[in-house]
């Protein structure tokens, strides 16, 4: 299978197993994000609760897109980072992914609420910086401007669901008449069917866009994997034929044949030369071709670091103010472009299937460490049906958003933030648990540079032993 020898295969095949396990992982540790409202003011019971949350979870992974999975593949500049060495890949995705999982399994041991986008984010970028640290490494290892604007989206969630939640708390206590649904909820019966349609509706949508933004990202994480351990057979879409991006390629050439050298800088001339060296070999790989079966198959790789050079290039030439082209040109551009990567951003469908299993799955165990913090610990009074719904209603919104602007967003800690939110929209500052809360932050702080030490320090040591 894919020409692999059976021991790399059964390495790839680990890989994706612990890569299904991260999922796992991240379902079974997020899960009270959408269900320990419904769960504490018992709109529903316990185990009703998780296996709709399961569902909702499952179809949000076929509902989301692969924007996000793509920011998460474009974190690691895998066409510069990958070359013939298989276990030079096998050590890369090895590393992220243990890396990443660690700190999962250890955070919800003690039910701190960490962000699993934080993990992974963390592990790429630990990942890539080790990358850079050996020797004879010239390749940028890091994609800091993709990183950047990921970690603003992360930074800024929690700030966000904080300061929303208590705009929703204030007004709902100004227009809402009755007053039930500001008090603790009775331990024995449900809460009045209006508000208790209200808190399942929040529950769906927080699951359901959990499952399109944080499913997403296991779809990046595989398919970091298949395109770094056998980029021949992934690094371009299965059911698209690599010779109809000709004429886009065509329409590229046309355009950056338009920029005049002369009134470019010496950095964006040569910028320039590399965009058009980029397009001649694609040229070249398509010359004389007439059917997918003369393209040979380690030329689908060099095709899709074509593609992405190229796009990475043109992107940055085409913002400088020096660069005179009509409007007309540039959404020619655009156009031809968005066509070419057609061909590179996407995911299999048995990926999407894998991921949505091992999140569903996930979702229905290990729930009740993560509740009850969620639930109790935060702040100093129970969860009162108000609380519940502005705080979930803020984070669906969030994630949504997110999603729909390929940004990875922690629905941990945009909940976690809503509900800190909420308490303060009640009683004050003084309603927070100060323990609980600097353990929170604290998980919140260290998730990143932890992760970073663990995946780089997993990866150098699989470099040196896998040679």
């Known amino acids: 299978m894919f020409g692999l020898e059976p021991h790399v295969l059964l390495l790839l095949a680990a890989c994706l197993v612990a890569a299904c396990a991260f999922e796992f992982v991240n379902g079974f540790h997020d899960t009270a994000n959408a269900v320990a409202t419904v769960i504490y003011t018992n709109a529903l019971r316990p185990w009703v609760a998780v296996v709709w949350s399961a569902f909702w979870n499952f179809i949000g992974v076929f509902s989301g897109g692969i924007a996000v999975a793509m920011g998460i593949v474009y974190l690691l500049p895998v066409e510069s980072l990958v070359d013939q060495n298989v276990y030079h890949g096998i050590a890369m995705v090895g590393a992220l992914i243990l890396g990443a999982i660690i700190w999962n399994v250890g955070t919800w041991y003690y039910g701190l609420p960490s962000s699993s986008s934080h993990a992974l984010i963390g592990s790429i970028l630990g990942v890539g910086i080790a990358f850079s640290l050996l020797p004879g490494s010239q390749n940028a290892a890091v994609n800091w401007s993709k990183a950047g604007e990921t970690g603003i989206a992360l930074l800024t969630g929690p700030l966000f669901g904080f300061s929303l939640t208590i705009i929703m708390m204030f007004l709902l206590k100004r227009f809402v008449r009755n007053k039930s649904i500001f008090k603790e909820p009775n331990k024995h019966k449900p809460p009045p069917i209006w508000i208790r349609l209200i808190l399942i509706a929040t529950c769906t949508l927080v699951s359901f866009f959990h499952g399109s933004n944080d499913g997403q990202k296991g779809v990046g994480l595989i398919m970091l994997i298949l395109i770094g351990i056998v980029p021949t057979y992934f690094a371009l879409d299965g059911g698209k034929n690599p010779l109809d991006m000709r004429d886009s390629l065509v329409?590229?050439?046309?355009?950056?044949?338009?920029?005049?050298?002369?009134?470019?800088?010496?950095?964006?001339?040569?910028?320039?030369?590399?965009?058009?060296?980029?397009?001649d070999t694609l040229d070249a790989i398509f010359a004389g071709k007439t059917s997918v079966a003369q393209l040979p198959q380690?030329?689908?790789?060099?095709?899709?670091?074509?593609?992405?050079?190229?796009?990475?290039?043109?992107?940055?030439?085409?913002?400088?103010?020096?660069v005179s082209l009509s409007t007309a040109d540039r959404a020619t551009y655009d156009t031809a472009i968005a066509d070419m990567k057609s061909f590179t951003d996407y995911a299999p469908f048995w990926v999407l299937l894998a991921v949505s299993l091992s999140l569903a799955c996930g979702t229905m165990i290990g729930w009740q460490r993560i509740v009850k913090t969620i639930g109790e610990r935060i702040g100093k009074e129970h969860l009162t049906y108000a609380q519940g719904a502005s705080s979930e209603l803020v984070a669906a919104a969030m994630i949504g958003v997110n999603t729909a602007y390929g940004l990875p967003a922690s629905t941990t800690h945009v909940l976690s933030s809503a509900i800190a939110g909420s308490m303060v929209a009640n009683r004050g500052i003084k309603n927070l648990n100060p323990q609980m809360v600097r353990n929170i932050a604290l998980a919140w702080v260290l998730t990143l540079p932890v992760t970073m030490a663990l995946s780089g320090g997993l990866f150098l040591l699989f470099r040196a032993i896998l040679g």
């Not at 320039?272 to 060296?277: N, P, Q, R, T």
């Not at 992405?308 to 103010?321: D, F, M």
């Open 298 to 322: 380690d030329a689908r790789f060099q095709i899709r670091k074509g593609i992405l050079l190229t796009a990475n290039r043109a992107k940055k030439l085409l913002g400088s103010e020096r």
């Open 251 to 279: 329409k590229i050439e046309q355009v950056m044949g338009k920029v005049n050298p002369t009134e470019l800088s010496p950095a964006d001339q040569k910028m320039l030369a590399e965009i058009k060296s980029q397009t």
